[in-house]
């Protein structure tokens, strides 16, 4: 069974930085699954925030955080990142991490068969 921790979250000022991290165990064809960070703030649906292929490392943001955050992964140690620069209070959520063999969108939940627990970012102003 594959499992999802997410990692990094924490409590940090406006402008700050952050890199979250995210293991993946219980396969070893790591590179073979694309990796998607989702975020869910309160009352909000859950939203893609980033995602990277399996296949050519190819990227997607969503517009909210173009620019800003960069999502990066290291086959060897069956991880992925994201690296969040800039931060603003609206990007105050908890984030998660998804991964699957078989993604083509990127940002839609749907795409996705194992999440992590999530971690809390809270960005104060």
């Known amino acids: 069974q594959v499992q999802v921790e997410e990692s990094g979250g924490g409590l940090v000022q406006a402008g700050d930085s952050v890199m979250l991290s995210c293991v993946v165990s219980g396969r070893r064809t790591f590179d073979k699954y694309a990796m998607g960070w989702f975020r869910q703030a309160p009352v909000k649906e859950r939203e893609g925030v980033s995602y990277i292929s399996n296949a050519d490392g190819s990227t997607r943001y969503a517009n909210s955080v173009l620019g800003r955050f960069t999502i990066s992964r290291d086959n060897a140690k069956s991880t992925f990142y994201l690296q969040m620069n800039d931060l603003k209070p609206e990007d105050t959520a908890i984030y998660y991490c998804?991964?699957?063999?078989?993604?083509?969108?990127?940002?839609?939940?749907?795409?996705?068969?194992?999440w992590g627990q999530g971690t809390q970012v809270t960005v104060s102003s």
């Open positions: 998804a991964t699957s063999t078989d993604v083509t969108l990127g940002l839609l939940p749907y795409e996705y068969d194992y």
